[in-house]
Structures are given as C-alpha cells and as structure tokens.
C-alpha cells in the first residue's frame, strides 16, 4: 500500500507522463505530491524583470556558504514573487483590546485542560474574521485572473499559515462561521501538528476565504503580509503589547494585539478596509458578540 499522499487527478497526470511517484516523493523527501511537482515546479510565473543584480559571488567579499532552496521553498517564493508584482497590495494597520478574550481564557482554563484543548486566542481571531468575512462578503471574494469577474463565496474557510522546519505552509480550516471555539482551537491545533510532520494533505491546502499569519508567540509590532491569491486580502497578527489608553485624564493601560491587513487593491478600498478592521476589533474586544 502506497503512503504517497495525491489526489486522483494528480495521480492520473503522473500516469500520463510516466512518473513514479514513490521515486519523486523520495527524491523530494516528504509523501505530500501536487500537481506542480510533476509539472517541474513552476506553479506560478515569477515578474519578469532583471535579476542580474543577484549573480554575484560573495565570496569576494568574505567566507560563505551555500545551501539549496527545497523545491517547497522555491514553489512558495515564485507564488509570493508572482502574487507581489501582479497584485496591487495596501497594507492598513490597527489594534484590538483582548482584555474580555484573555479573561474568558483564563475563566475556561480548567474546562480546556478537562477537554484537552489548548484555547488559544488565535481561536477567538479565527472565529472572528469568519464573523467579519459574513459581514463583508467582498472580502471573501476572488477576482477572476482577467479581472473581469468577482467571485462571492457562500462559505467561510480560514488559512492558517504555519512555520514549519521545511518551509511555511498554509492548512485550511473549514466552516469556520460553523464551529465553535473549541472546535476550532483542536482543529487549528491538529492542522499545525500533522504541517510540522508533513502530513498535510493537498486538499487541505486549498480554498481558503482568507489567511491569517501570526506571529505572536515570536514578536514584532507589525508587518506587511503578501496576498495568498485567489485570495483577495490576508490578516497579518504579532505580539499583544500593552498600550495606555486615556480615559479623560486617566490613563489605563490595555493589553491590544496589533493587526496588519494587506488586500488587493483592485477589489477593496481603504474605507472599506478600514471598516472591516473596525468591525473586527470590535469583535475582538467584545467576544461575546461573535457568537451573536
């Protein structure tokens, strides 16, 4: 029994071409294969342009060493490079309150080591923006590749973007708008669990509504995040950091989690970026209004 892991269609195209999958698997070391890699990885045409700026021997200026690009690293740099000269990217910048989700946390903590579950807050963000996304359809949305046409999506999955040993991956979580928190935080969990061991699935590599790419629990103040297209906008999230907040002639200090949002020019505008951000913290700081 084969522990290749590839849908019908990929394995009726290596049929085709006379592939032997267990070889190429082998060859790239890991059991997950898609179609790019029978098709010599070139899933996306990177910008056409110049690149002699890079060839250039460093050794001249000092010891170097190199190491090879796997062929994941080099699929998901030409998707990056293509999604970064073809979509027209802003990026707005906010912050939430997370004082009721971290209190809510802490109330639930015995209950989640009861079930086994870790409810991590990006389980409370994950059930927000699928909230959001239901209340501004056009963010879940994909354009047509001639730009002609809007796809409005009539259900809610969230990519998670996870940063693996062998490159970063984005799993898939479904139906988000359908699940409860603690359906969500063991999904979330097992989706980074089994992308840290490579036993993602391709079909669970795809579809997604929007993505989320935290860093959180490594640190930052705020980045830009790339576009994942078709997808038409990603939700950036680092460090909760506490900021004073002044209440007349009171300061208080408020633990915030910042929010970078990059989206595609083309569909959304800033206002309407603003919006959605907006309403997603106001999500964030009440939680209670995410389940309404």
Do not use: C
Request: proline share 7%.
């Amino acid at each position: 029994m084969s522990d290749i892991i590839a849908p019908p269609s990929v394995r009726a195209l290596a049929r085709q071409k006379g592939i032997d999958l267990e070889k190429l698997a082998k060859d790239l070391g890991r059991t997950s294969i898609a179609r790019e890699d029978l098709e010599g990885g070139k899933p996306a045409a990177g910008p056409a342009g110049d690149t002699s700026y890079w060839d250039v021997d460093h050794s001249q200026f000092g010891p170097v060493t190199e190491e090879p690009m796997s062929r994941f690293a080099q699929v998901a740099a030409a998707n990056l490079g293509a999604a970064n000269a073809l979509i027209p990217q802003v990026t707005h910048h906010d912050r939430a309150d997370v004082t009721a989700i971290e209190a809510l946390r802490k109330e639930l903590k015995n209950e989640a080591q009861a079930r086994g579950v870790k409810l991590t807050a990006l389980a409370f963000q994950a059930k927000a923006l699928a909230r959001a996304l239901r209340e501004f359809p056009r963010f879940n949305a994909s354009l047509s590749p001639d730009g002609k046409s809007l796809t409005l999506k009539d259900y809610v999955h969230i990519g998670i973007a996870v940063d693996t040993a062998h490159g970063l991956m984005v799993p898939v979580l479904r139906d988000v708008d359908r699940k409860g928190l603690w359906q969500i935080a063991a999904d979330i969990a097992d989706l980074a669990s089994r992308a840290q061991t490579r036993k993602i699935g391709p079909d669970e590599m795809g579809g997604a509504s929007m993505t989320i790419t935290n860093l959180g629990g490594i640190g930052g103040i705020g980045f830009t995040p790339i576009v994942n297209p078709p997808e038409v906008a990603i939700l950036g999230i680092t460090r909760t950091e506490t900021i004073t907040v002044w209440e007349g002639d009171m300061p208080r200090p408020v633990p915030m989690v910042p929010f970078d949002l990059s989206y595609d020019h083309r569909v959304i505008n800033g206002a309407d970026a603003a919006r959605f951000v907006t309403y997603l913290a106001g999500l964030i700081a009440d939680p209670r209004r995410i389940m309404i």
